[in-house]
């Protein structure tokens, strides 16, 4: 009876790991740089082209609605290395499945 038991779990664990999404099936970053070198002590900006897998989006760092987790960015602190604040790009506003209201 245990070895049973033991069969449906692991064909459960197996079933439902399919369905897991790792990060990198989903989106893929592109840091663009207008330099080919880094500059100590002057500004270095640079921008990073996030592709999102056509069946997944992601919210606005400003979303519409209070229940939408905002997009953010964050960085390791490198040494000598300073960070400003991230500049999104505009929203696409669009009508999910998920809800009535474009967000």
Do not use: C
């Not at 997944?56 to 400003?84: C, M, R, V, W």
């Amino acid at each position: 009876m245990n070895r049973r038991y033991l069969i449906i779990a692991i064909i459960l664990i197996w079933a439902v790991s399919g369905f897991a999404q790792n990060a990198d099936d989903v989106i893929s970053l592109k840091i663009l740089s207008p330099a080919d070198t880094l500059e100590a002590g002057k500004s270095n900006p640079f921008s990073i082209e996030v592709t999102i897998k056509k069946t997944f989006h992601i919210n606005s760092n400003k979303p519409t609605e209070d229940y939408l987790i905002p997009a953010s960015i964050e960085f390791n602190a490198q040494n000598g290395l300073i960070y400003g604040e991230a500049e999104f790009p505009e929203p696409k506003i669009k009508t999910l499945g998920f809800s009535q209201k474009p967000v």
